[in-house]
């Protein structure tokens, strides 16, 4: 399978603790939510390693002067929550980027024809060119929901080369559209599983990680 798109999977001993959590099926909702939020929060840190722009100038400590880089403020950030289970990474991913905008993007799947739909769309009718956007998305599975967010951004002017997706669990068939499309986009998620069953859901997976996130 040939994916061009770039691919990380962090080894951090944290993101793997926090994935065995979520992966076990005796793991009661508060504690799901807990180590989702956690994942949210270590991919996030992962994800946004030379790609925020940055400022040189300089400081002046209590004893003397020196060079000093900090985030450019200039550069408009915006995280969108795929509804419902992106919520919960968003818990982790919202203090690291505390200037961000969030726009809430809702799309429910179809259980038997796989086919993603939009119920919610909060998305801005335009974005700044130069806009970071961060996509939380906890499970890559068929591909088409995510397809269906990027087709609404690309829409309103984000460059793919800008989008960092954070996910928990991803699976080839998404990979693979991500791939072909949009080649300079950049993922970051805990594992890459084998594949799906016949009901859409990533093997072995998590489960559906909505309903245990909400405990319906």
């Known amino acids: 399978m040939a994916i061009q798109l770039r691919i990380h999977v962090p080894p951090h001993p944290l993101i793997k603790h926090w994935l065995g ?3 076990d099926a005796q793991t009661p909702t508060t504690l799901f939510r807990s180590a989702m939020t956690e994942l949210g ?13 940055s400022i040189e100038t300089t400081v002046q400590t209590p004893l003397a002067e020196c060079p000093a880089t900090f985030i ?8 969108v929550p795929i509804l419902r289970a992106g919520l ?3 818990e982790g991913a919202q203090p690291l980027l505390p200037l961000a905008s969030i726009y809430h993007l809702g799309i429910v799947r179809n259980e038997e024809t796989l086919e993603p ?3 919610l769309n909060k998305l801005p009718e335009q974005f700044d060119p130069e806009t970071r956007v961060l996509i939380t998305e906890p499970m890559l599975a ?3 929901t995510i397809m269906a967010a990027m087709t609404e951004l690309i829409k309103r002017g984000v460059n793919p080369a800008f989008v960092r ?10 990979l693979q559209q991500l791939g072909t499309h949009y080649p300079s986009l950049v993922i970051y998620t805990a594992i890459i599983d084998e594949g799906l069953n016949s009901k859409g859901f990533i093997v072995p997976g998590l489960g559906d990680a909505g309903d245990r996130t909400f405990g319906t």
Do not use: K, M
């Not at 929060?41 to 722009?53: G, K, N, Q, V």
């Not at 450019?72 to 995280?79: L, R, S, T």
């Not at 997706?165 to 998404?174: F, G, L, Q, R, T």
């Open 21 to 23: 959590v979520v992966r």
């Open 88 to 90: 919960a990474l968003l």
């Open 72 to 79: 450019n403020p200039q550069v408009p950030v915006a995280v």
């Open 41 to 53: 929060r270590w991919l996030t840190y992962e994800a946004i390693r030379d790609w925020l722009p």
């Open 142 to 144: 068929t591909g088409g």
């Open 117 to 119: 739909s939009c119920y």
């Open 165 to 174: 997706i954070i996910s928990v669990v991803a699976a080839p068939p998404a």
